[in-house]
């Protein structure tokens, strides 16, 4: 990573940082998205923090675990704070939501989660946030934004989850 010239855009590589994600496939997806040369960047801790903090600023709400990957339309210096505040219409963060399933590459029949915390930091962030769908297996990936999923879903089975 670039540190030197505050210019520069940082970017980090799946293996530079520590993925926040509990989920081993979402690490993989993070890595075949990185791979992909499309722009998207694993956050570092404190790249994260600064995301936070600027949107708090305005008002918008973003817990740092409900989102893994970022993706730039220009030059942000994610480690410095000002430069976050001045460029987040130039910011895109994703919540990757993967699998290994088969499945057809517009990923119909996917079967998968969104908890209370994501939907809120989408609800929040609005245009700033999306899920990323993405197979593991055959490296296809879908962006979508909360409305569109929730006007592509045929179905919602809403659970809470307990930890004792």
């Known amino acids: 990573m670039k540190k030197d010239n505050p210019d520069v855009v940082l970017t980090a590589k799946a293996a530079d940082v520590e993925f926040t994600?509990?989920?081993?496939?979402?690490?993989r997806a993070a890595d075949v998205l990185v791979a992909k040369n499309e722009g998207f960047f694993i956050p570092t801790g404190k790249q994260k923090k600064n995301l936070v903090i600027a949107f708090a600023k305005r008002?918008?709400?973003v817990y740092g675990k409900a989102f893994d990957i970022l993706r730039l339309a220009g030059d942000v210096n994610l480690d410095v704070l000002e430069s976050v505040e001045a460029n987040l219409e130039k910011i895109q963060i994703y919540e990757i939501k993967s699998t290994r399933k088969n499945l057809k590459p517009d990923f119909s029949n996917y079967f998968f989660a969104l908890t209370a915390a994501e939907v809120?930091?989408?609800?929040?962030l609005k245009k700033y946030f999306k899920f990323i769908?993405?197979?593991?297996?055959?490296?296809?990936?879908?962006?979508?934004?909360?409305?569109?999923?929730?006007?592509?879903?045929?179905?919602?089975?809403?659970?809470w989850s307990i930890l004792f």
Do not use: H, K, W
């Open 21 to 27: 994600s509990g989920s081993a496939t979402a690490q």
């Open 59 to 61: 008002d918008m709400i």
């Open 120 to 124: 809120l930091v989408a609800q929040s």
């Open 133 to 159: 769908l993405v197979n593991v297996n055959t490296g296809d990936f879908l962006e979508m934004s909360l409305p569109q999923i929730f006007a592509r879903a045929r179905g919602i089975y809403p659970t």
